[in-house]
């Protein structure tokens, strides 16, 4: 860790000049140079420099399809360096926005998914299931209006595979539960459903390997939503 922190002495200052003058040509490289030390800092956990950076990364001009990936590859980092502080300083509802913001562009959806993955992965259930239900909402609603392989890869693999995984079926069938509600309500009941098996015991995390390699004696629960 010391070689980090000479590294992290070294580049944060002609880095902060770059982001403060606007040189926006740079700017994605620096975000992934500080993606990569801050990776190197887990089990250490977040630096006083990176605690002063992380709330100019949430502003929304930021947020360009150029700096969407490494500013998504940014907050995954923080994610899995010390979730648990994020949650502590109340930064979970910015960091969603940032989220929802990549997870808007066709071109970030994949930096989206990766975001998202880490949010799950290093987040205690308790600590985010009340922004669970707009996660999900916001992720069917997305894959009603634009249905493509990236995205259901990306839905299936990054979120639903791993929220199963991590986090239990229970908590992701009572969220589609209360969504198939409210979408009846709307269409008076009508729908076209569908059936997702989801091995409770593995971590998907690319669907297309999962549907070309045979399952082994996987526990599968079923979960029927209506689209």
């Known amino acids: 860790i010391g070689t980090v922190d000479k590294f992290e002495g070294a580049l944060f200052g002609p880095f902060t000049a770059v982001l403060t003058r606007d040189v926006t040509e740079f700017k994605q490289y620096v975000f992934q140079i500080f993606a990569q030390l801050l990776e190197m800092r887990k089990g250490h956990g977040i630096s006083p420099g990176y605690w002063n950076l992380f709330q100019p990364c949430l502003t929304a001009t930021l947020w360009t399809r150029a700096n969407t990936p490494a500013l998504s590859r940014l907050l995954t980092a923080y994610l899995n360096v ?61 894959m009603q209006k634009h249905l493509n392989l990236r995205f259901v890869t990306g839905f299936l693999g990054n979120f639903w595979g791993v929220l199963v995984a991590k986090h239990g079926c229970a908590c992701l069938e009572q969220n589609l539960d209360r969504l198939q509600v409210s979408e009846e309500k709307q269409r008076g009941g009508y729908g076209v459903e569908i059936c997702v098996c989801c091995p409770d015991c593995c971590l998907l995390r690319n669907v297309r390997d999962s549907f070309t390699h045979s399952f082994f004696s996987f526990k599968h629960t079923t979960l029927k939503y209506r689209i």
């Open 82 to 142: 010390d979730a648990l502080a994020l949650s502590q300083r109340n930064q979970l509802q910015p960091l969603l926005g940032c989220w929802l913001k990549a997870q808007s562009g066709v071109s970030t959806q994949a930096a989206a998914f990766e975001l998202i993955t880490a949010f799950i992965t290093n987040m205690p259930l308790s600590a985010f299931q009340q922004f669970l239900p707009n996660i999900v909402q916001t992720l069917v609603t997305r």
